[in-house]
């Protein structure tokens, strides 16, 4: 079991950035590989980034509507896994949340069923 808990969210205006962080505890953050997903009202929860556990290196992924303005990165001494936000837009407003699941690769994936464990996520807002 891990449990996840997502903060650095809040209001922000268009162009500002902000840094996500989700906190594991319970087994070695360092075997799983991490997601950020987000959910705006009305809409289905959809991936935002994900990175491996290191595995002969980290392999990482961004959707294309954040590419190059998101990065996703890892701190395995502290249990952190980082979601550095920048050029945020108004349609990045949402609530993001953090999603894990154990591995013994660097596989990891897109789809939210994959992931075996979930925080409660942080709102961010962005105004425009």
């Known amino acids: 079991q891990v449990q996840l808990v997502e903060s650095g969210g809040g209001l922000v205006q268009a162009g500002g950035s902000l840094r996500l962080s989700c906190v594991a505890s319970?087994?070695?953050?360092?075997?799983?590989?991490v997601g950020w997903f987000r959910q705006a009202p009305g809409k289905e929860r959809e991936f935002v980034a994900a990175?491996?556990?290191?595995?002969?290196?980290?392999?990482?992924y961004t959707a294309d509507s954040v590419k190059g303005r998101f990065t996703i990165s890892r701190d395995n001494a502290e249990n952190i896994v980082y979601l550095q936000m920048n050029s945020l837009k108004p349609e990045d407003t949402a609530v993001y949340y953090c999603?894990?699941?154990?591995?013994?690769?660097?596989?990891?994936?897109?789809?939210?069923?994959?992931?075996?464990?979930w925080g409660q996520g942080t709102q961010v807002t962005v105004s425009s």
């Open positions: 999603a894990a699941k154990f591995t013994t690769s660097q596989e990891v994936q897109y789809g939210r069923s994959w992931y075996s464990y």
């Open positions: 319970g087994r070695p953050f360092s075997t799983y590989a």
């Open positions: 990175i491996s556990r290191n595995w002969s290196g980290y392999r990482s």
